[in-house]
């Protein structure tokens, strides 16, 4: 099989090389993202490999198939750079990695609360430059504070463990409530005004989109933390940016944002101009963003290699797609 390998950095060269050697595939690299204007560089090709900010719409799609192009493998679990439907009126399977350490994502998740809670990123800041003074700095007990997660399933789950270890109390909503989980689950809304921490982990989907609006915001608690590391477009940047600077967040922390396809993996500080809400979200202290590196340790990289060509594998041996992507 030959792979034509998208968005490629280091990191994926490494973890996925040694292994595509063992299973006899042949992975072009190309740093390209796909795109439009890229898709041709996938000719000569049995199957595309791309990752969460790589573009795979309608005409992408149609022109892979073009090219010959037999299946879309995701190296990630989030499927919502696909076009599904014409995925599927084409005749390419979308295989994707559902879970490959949904610890390694909610402990992001951890980190960005715990850090912008107790102002690491601040003090980092003070203490490169030998000052040590701690005035500004005040963060908040989580012991006892409520936790409202939104999206119980693999990740919410990780970060719901962490949380409770740091002695929070737990209430969360799901569209599809898990009853094995012992959870106390509430509307949005009452979430909402419950909450001290809220952290979301559900997929983007038209249904999902900007679910974290003005109106949301409103309904929050004074001095709430919000922390997002699913997708950027579950949460409207420019409510979000008028609630920090109203004062109405006590924190924020990101490993997503609205347009990181503009952005993320790249060092894209030479620009001359950038997008406002995102200049807005970086020059207030109160939000601490990361770019989208909530997968980035070395079992979760493991993983995404081992499950995608596993994927690969029983694609070419006609064996049933336990991962593919309805
Ligand atoms: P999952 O499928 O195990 O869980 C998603 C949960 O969201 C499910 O319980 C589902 O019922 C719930 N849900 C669906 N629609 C909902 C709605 N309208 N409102 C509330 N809940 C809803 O997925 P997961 O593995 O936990 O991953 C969650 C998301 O995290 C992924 O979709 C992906 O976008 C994101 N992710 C980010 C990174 C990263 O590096 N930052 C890595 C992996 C995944």
Excluded at 142 to 158: D, R, V
Excluded at 201 to 209: E, N, V, Y
């Amino acid at each position: 099989m030959k792979i034509a390998f998208f968005d490629t950095k280091s990191y994926w060269k490494d973890s996925f090389a040694p292994m595509a050697e063992k299973y006899g595939y042949e992975i072009t690299f190309f740093n390209e993202r796909l795109t439009p204007a890229t898709a041709h560089l996938a000719a000569g090709h049995d199957a595309t490999c791309s990752f969460v900010n790589d573009e795979v719409p309608a005409e992408v799609i149609r022109e892979l198939k073009d090219l010959g192009i037999k299946v879309l493998l995701l190296r990630c679990a989030g499927f919502d750079s696909v076009d599904l439907a014409v995925a599927k009126e084409c005749g390419l399977p979308v295989l994707r990695v559902p879970a490959y350490s949904p610890q390694s994502v909610a402990e992001q998740g951890a980190a960005l609360l715990m850090a912008i809670n107790r102002k690491c990123h601040l003090s980092y800041q003070r203490t490169t430059k030998f000052n040590f003074d701690i005035a500004g700095l005040t963060g908040i007990a989580l012991y006892g504070k409520t936790a409202g997660i939104i999206g119980t399933g693999k990740i919410g789950q990780c970060m719901i463990d962490i949380l409770k270890g740091f002695g929070m109390n737990i209430i969360a909503y799901d569209a599809f409530p898990n009853p094995n989980l012992g959870l106390e689950y509430v509307t949005l809304d009452e979430l909402y005004a419950r909450s001290d921490v809220i952290s979301i982990h559900c997929p983007l989907m038209p249904a999902t989109r900007h679910m974290v609006d003005k109106d949301a915001f409103a309904k929050m608690k004074d001095g709430v933390i919000f922390i997002n590391v699913a997708r950027g477009g579950l949460v409207d940047s420019e409510a979000l940016a008028d609630a920090v600077e109203s004062g109405k967040v006590r924190g924020v922390g990101m490993d997503v944002c609205e347009v990181e396809h503009e952005y993320f993996f790249e060092d894209r500080s030479n620009l001359e101009k950038h997008d406002p809400t995102l200049a807005r979200l970086l020059a207030n202290e109160k939000v601490l963003i990361s770019g989208h590196q909530a997968f980035l340790t070395e079992e979760a990289l493991e993983q995404m290699a081992k499950v995608t060509l596993d994927n690969a594998k029983a694609f070419l041996a006609g064996e049933e797609l336990v991962n593919e992507v309805k």
